[in-house]
């Protein structure tokens, strides 16, 4: 049972465009959630994160949106670039050092 | 400041043969995890250090795999005997081990079992 879903495989968005990511997670317990890119033959890096306690983080073109009561988040990237396409995997953790990912999201960002 | 360095990146080996994977953390990061990703899907933990102590092996397949971290820095992931399904990308993470801390990331070891 995935406590981390991320329901779009693949995702293109036009340069410049807004780019959402979903993410939704079943468990209640989890109150910190991160966000991390993948390039091909490359470890994921961290992006953002956002803890249970806000609805919004922003990093720069990055902003990290959480709706606790639809157990559901989400990342906006403004404007989108070439180089932003990756894989981006989201992340839940209940409190402690362990983190879920979801299956990730393939973003292409066409010029 | 050095990321997580991980050894070999790639590695092909025949089923039943033994393979290992070592990781060296960022400098004065206590926690230190081995994922396993599979294609198509994210990071499974297979095992978490909190020094040279693992605190959470639950995921760790103990029939066939092995960790180890000696005076809680490199470490090391054994597979012994590898089977076909074992091919996938193995990951090594560290983080500072404060509550909450992202972790970083190596470039992973991308195993083939034929």
């Known amino acids: 049972d995935q406590q981390v879903k991320q329901n779009s495989p693949s995702l293109s968005v036009q340069e410049g465009r807004i780019s959402i990511l979903n993410c939704d997670y079943t468990n209640s317990m989890f109150d910190y959630f991160l966000w991390y890119k993948k390039y091909p033959a490359e470890g994921p890096t961290f992006l953002i994160s956002i803890s249970s306690i806000k609805d919004k983080n922003e990093d720069g073109r990055f902003t990290v949106f959480l709706n606790k009561s639809a157990k559901h988040l989400s990342l906006h990237i403004v404007p989108s670039q070439p180089g932003d396409s990756a894989v981006y995997f989201c992340?839940?953790?209940?409190?402690?050092?362990?983190?879920?990912f979801g299956p990730g999201t393939r973003l292409s960002v066409l010029p | 400041e050095a990321g997580v360095v991980q050894s070999p990146r790639y590695k092909i080996i025949e089923k039943k043969q033994p393979v290992a994977f070592w990781c060296n953390p960022i400098?004065?990061?206590?926690?230190l995890y081995w994922y396993l990703q599979n294609l198509g899907q994210g990071p499974e933990l297979l095992i978490r250090y909190e020094n040279e102590e693992a605190v959470d092996d639950s995921q760790l397949p103990k029939d066939r795999f092995s960790a180890e971290r000696l005076k809680g820095v490199d470490s090391t992931l054994k597979i012994q005997p590898a089977e076909l399904g074992d091919s996938a990308v193995y990951l090594c993470?560290?983080?500072?081990?404060?509550?909450?801390?992202?972790?970083?990331f190596g470039p992973g070891t991308r195993l083939t079992v034929t």
């Open positions: 992340a839940a953790s209940d409190g402690g050092q362990n983190f879920v």
């Open positions: 993470a560290s983080s500072p081990g404060t509550g909450g801390a992202e972790q970083y």
């Open positions: 400098s004065g990061h206590n926690t």
